[in-house]
C-alpha cells in the first residue's frame, strides 16, 4: 500500500473537494496534518485517512482498547471502477490490529458498500 506524501496532497484534496457532499466536513489543514502523520493511504486513486487509538475508546455501546485502528475515511477518485474494494480488502488483510469503520446513519451508499464486504 501506499502512503500518501505531502507531494499528493492537490490531488487528494481535489479528490475530497468533488465529494463534499459526502465529506462536507475534510478541511485542508485536517487533510495535511493527517498526511504528515503518515495517516493517509492513497494507492490506485483510492484514499484512506486512518488511525490508531492512543487510549481505551468508547463509541455508544462498544469499546475499543488502544491500539485498535480506525477508518475515518475512504473514497474513490472514480466511483465504480472497484479500486476503492480492492484497496480497502488489501488494507484489511495487511493490518495486524483490529480494524473498525464508522460511517454516519445518514450515509445509505457507504452503508450498502460496506455491507456487500462483510
Same mark, same amino acid.
Given at each position: 500500500? @501506499? +502512503?500518501? $506524501? #505531502?507531494?499528493n496532497y492537490d490531488e487528494i484534496w481535489s479528490?475530497?473537494?468533488?465529494?463534499?457532499? #459526502?465529506?462536507?466536513? #475534510?478541511?485542508?489543514? %485536517?487533510?495535511?496534518?493527517?498526511?504528515? /502523520?503518515?495517516?493517509? +493511504?492513497?494507492?490506485?486513486?483510492?484514499?484512506?485517512?486512518?488511525?490508531? %487509538? =492512543?487510549? @481505551?475508546?468508547?463509541?455508544g455501546d462498544q469499546t475499543f482498547e488502544k491500539? $485498535? &485502528?480506525?477508518?475515518? =475515511?475512504?473514497?474513490? &477518485? !472514480?466511483?465504480?471502477?472497484?479500486?476503492?474494494?480492492?484497496i480497502l480488502k488489501k488494507f484489511l488483510d495487511?493490518?495486524?490490529?483490529?480494524? +473498525?469503520? $464508522?460511517?454516519? /446513519? &445518514?450515509? !445509505?451508499?457507504?452503508?450498502?458498500? %460496506?455491507? =456487500?464486504?462483510?
Open positions: 500500500m @501506499k +502512503i500518501a $506524501t #505531502i507531494e479528490v475530497f473537494k468533488k465529494n463534499r457532499d #459526502i465529506f462536507p466536513h #475534510i478541511r485542508a489543514d %485536517y487533510l495535511k496534518r493527517e498526511i504528515n /502523520k503518515s495517516n493517509v +493511504i492513497f494507492d490506485s486513486g483510492v484514499i484512506i485517512v486512518k488511525g490508531v %487509538y =492512543q487510549k @481505551k475508546v468508547h463509541l491500539g $485498535t &485502528s480506525i477508518i475515518h =475515511q475512504i473514497v474513490n &477518485s !472514480e466511483r465504480g471502477n472497484g479500486n476503492a474494494s480492492k495487511e493490518s495486524n490490529d483490529k480494524v +473498525i469503520l $464508522t460511517v454516519r /446513519k &445518514s450515509n !445509505e451508499v457507504a452503508r450498502n458498500w %460496506y455491507n =456487500q464486504l462483510v
